[in-house]
């Protein structure tokens, strides 16, 4: 663990950012850890319907502070020997359990460093969701410790427990009660975090006179107080075995899933999964765009994007997950600034274990000039490797400015510099009228022209993410 002081994370020097606070949100399944980042949040940024599997960042901003909370998935519940012992018996007794049996870790589940990782440099409290509708027990209490303990060493200074459901409580308890009739594992728990807690009501989010995120602000600043402005960073050596982990894993999965394709050619299976990264510079439309090939409004459009966001839908009896990313500079790479350049690339670190396809979003109203071509490249090739080319499409975005004028013509009027444009990603390009998601035939073509690209690429199918992009 390193602690570094908040002196110099105040934001950008220069003052066009207001300073930052960064949460980390753990807890088990079922805690009402996503309701509560979106209570956070103060809007709808996490999807509640479905179970999380990989970490997600979401940013608001509060009494004119910067807030990036990054919810993650559910830490797993470690199985009670005990129980263990118990079942074994019942097994040899030819008895069935009463429990249910745990279902194995899944191959695409994160850590919790993951988390740690996209909010750079480090969190400043990691919020522990505990639901009071559910028995916190030791197996519990070992879980949030194991949890934990995978981030390093001094990690509870920085800890906070957030309890969830609070509504449910009978009339009259408070939280205090509840903490002191629970159990020793949840005294253990509270105690292990300084006495740091905070109740939260998600079904109150919408109400006038709602001050529970404002209080659990306070709370937060005087637990940074406590820490000297100091916030946590995950060691260097826990991130290099986390990698070496997931890499493992990794190669599980893939092998597990070249054993589902061989088995869907004989008797058809799920859909195919697609990892699209958007890219280009800003006000280009990449949005639109994503909400345009996931057929529906997945992300916020018409505002400058300042952190990459990852959303997924079925389209054309695909998997497509989309990563939107912040606009670069079309100038140079030296005036995008570092943390949108670092943000390309942990954008395609959510991509695991690599995109498919970096789409290059392009207005077709845009000229491009020979500078712009040439910055647009150096971007990809700096970020991504050289490489990257086999793996990059054009997108014209704003193709209902065409009318009938097909693309082809369009791109012999734009002249030397857009063709060489497509000659560096092989030719490969597509128009989409981005105005109507949902509406544009033309996405299932797009998806097609991938499929085709995945093909030509043979086993390099994918550009694999790089250790220094997460």
Same mark, same amino acid.
């Given at each position: 663990?390193?602690?570094?002081?908040?002196?110099?994370?105040?934001?950008?020097?220069?003052?066009?950012?207001?300073?930052?606070?960064?949460?980390?949100?753990?807890?088990?399944?079922?805690?009402?850890?996503?309701?509560?980042?979106?209570?956070?949040?103060?809007?709808?940024?996490?999807?509640?319907?479905?179970?999380?599997?990989?970490?997600?960042?979401?940013?608001?901003?509060?009494?004119?502070?910067?807030?990036?909370?990054?919810?993650?998935?559910?830490?797993?519940?470690?199985?009670?020997?005990?129980?263990?012992?118990?079942?074994?018996?019942?097994?040899?007794?030819?008895?069935?359990?009463?429990?249910?049996?745990?279902?194995?870790?899944?191959?695409?589940?994160?850590?919790?460093?993951?988390?740690?990782?996209?909010?750079?440099?480090?969190?400043?409290?990691?919020?522990?969701?505990?639901?009071?509708?559910?028995?916190?027990?030791?197996?519990?209490?070992?879980?949030?410790?194991?949890?934990?303990?995978?981030?390093?060493?001094?990690?509870?200074?920085?800890?906070?427990?957030?309890?969830?459901?609070?509504?449910?409580?009978?009339?009259?308890?408070?939280?205090?009660?509840?903490?002191?009739?629970?159990?020793?594992?949840?005294?253990?728990?509270?105690?292990?975090?300084?006495?740091?807690?905070?109740?939260?009501?998600?079904?109150?989010?919408?109400?006038?006179?709602?001050?529970?995120?404002?209080?659990?602000?306070?709370?937060?600043?005087?637990?940074?107080?406590?820490?000297?402005?100091?916030?946590?960073?995950?060691?260097?050596?826990?991130?290099?075995?986390?990698?070496?982990?997931?890499?493992?894993?990794?190669?599980?999965?893939?092998?597990?899933?070249?054993?589902?394709?061989?088995? &869907?050619?004989? $008797?058809?299976?799920?859909? %195919? *999964? @697609?990892?699209? +990264? =958007?890219?280009?510079?800003?006000?280009?439309?990449?949005?639109?765009?994503?909400?345009?090939?996931?057929?529906?409004?997945?992300?916020?459009?018409?505002?400058?994007?300042?952190?990459?966001?990852?959303?997924?839908?079925?389209?054309?009896?695909?998997?497509?997950?989309?990563?939107?990313?912040?606009?670069?500079?079309?100038?140079?790479?030296?005036?995008?600034?570092?943390?949108?350049?670092?943000?390309?690339?942990?954008?395609?670190?959510?991509?695991?274990?690599?995109?498919?396809?970096?789409?290059?979003?392009?207005?077709?109203?845009?000229?491009?000039?020979?500078?712009?071509?040439?910055?647009?490249?150096?971007?990809?090739?700096?970020?991504?490797?050289?490489?990257?080319?086999?793996?990059?499409?054009?997108?014209?975005?704003?193709?209902?400015?065409?009318?009938?004028?097909?693309? &082809?013509?369009? $791109?012999?009027?734009?002249? %030397? *510099? @857009?063709?060489? +444009? =497509?000659?560096?990603?092989?030719?490969?390009?597509?128009?989409?009228?981005?105005?109507?998601?949902?509406?544009?035939?033309?996405?299932?073509?797009?998806?097609?022209?991938?499929?085709?690209?995945?093909?030509?690429?043979?086993?390099?199918?994918?550009?694999?993410?790089?250790?220094?992009?997460?």
């Amino acid at each position: 663990m390193a602690a570094v002081s908040s002196a110099s994370d105040t934001g950008d020097p220069r003052g066009r950012h207001p300073p930052e606070r960064r949460l980390l949100l753990l807890g088990g399944p079922q805690s009402g850890k996503t309701s509560t980042a979106n209570t956070i949040l103060g809007d709808e940024v996490f999807d509640t319907g479905t179970e999380t599997t990989h970490s997600n960042v979401g940013q608001t901003e509060i009494y004119g502070r910067r807030v990036t909370v990054v919810d993650t998935p559910p830490w797993a519940i470690p199985s009670d020997p005990e129980d263990n012992a118990e079942a074994d018996s019942n097994d040899n007794a030819g008895a069935e359990s009463d429990s249910p049996p745990q279902a194995p870790p899944s191959l695409d589940s994160e850590g919790p460093c993951m988390g740690a990782i996209l909010c750079p440099p480090g969190p400043h409290a990691i919020l522990l969701v505990v639901s009071v509708t559910q028995p916190f027990t030791d197996t519990q209490r070992r879980a949030a410790e194991e949890q934990l303990g995978a981030l390093g060493g001094g990690t509870w200074r920085y800890s906070m427990v957030v309890f969830t459901g609070v509504d449910k409580l009978p009339k009259g308890v408070f939280i205090e009660e509840h903490i002191a009739n629970t159990g020793d594992a949840l005294q253990w728990l509270v105690e292990r975090c300084g006495s740091r807690y905070h109740a939260f009501d998600n079904t109150r989010k919408e109400t006038e006179d709602n001050t529970q995120v404002p209080e659990l602000m306070e709370k937060v600043e005087e637990l940074i107080t406590d820490n000297q402005g100091w916030y946590f960073e995950v060691n260097e050596l826990i991130l290099l075995e986390e990698e070496q982990a997931r890499r493992a894993l990794e190669e599980e999965r893939m092998r597990m899933e070249e054993h589902a394709r061989q088995r &869907e050619q004989m $008797i058809g299976g799920p859909p %195919r *999964e @697609l990892r699209l +990264l =958007l890219l280009g510079w800003k006000g280009v439309g990449k949005s639109s765009v994503g909400n345009s090939i996931l057929g529906r409004r997945y992300f916020e459009s018409g505002q400058e994007t300042e952190l990459c966001l990852r959303r997924q839908a079925l389209v054309s009896g695909r998997r497509i997950t989309i990563v939107d990313t912040p606009g670069w500079d079309w100038f140079s790479v030296r005036r995008t600034p570092k943390r949108i350049r670092q943000e390309s690339q942990r954008g395609a670190a959510l991509l695991r274990p690599g995109p498919h396809t970096l789409l290059l979003v392009l207005p077709v109203v845009s000229s491009l000039t020979a500078r712009k071509r040439r910055t647009l490249l150096a971007h990809i090739e700096t970020l991504f490797g050289d490489s990257a080319c086999l793996h990059t499409m054009v997108l014209f975005s704003c193709g209902d400015w065409l009318g009938r004028t097909p693309i &082809e013509e369009h $791109i012999l009027r734009g002249g %030397r *510099e @857009l063709q060489r +444009l =497509l000659e560096f990603c092989g030719n490969y390009y597509h128009v989409l009228d981005s105005k109507t998601p949902g509406k544009d035939r033309s996405v299932s073509v797009l998806l097609d022209k991938i499929e085709e690209m995945i093909r030509e690429n043979g086993d390099k199918a994918f550009l694999p993410i790089q250790t220094e992009w997460c």
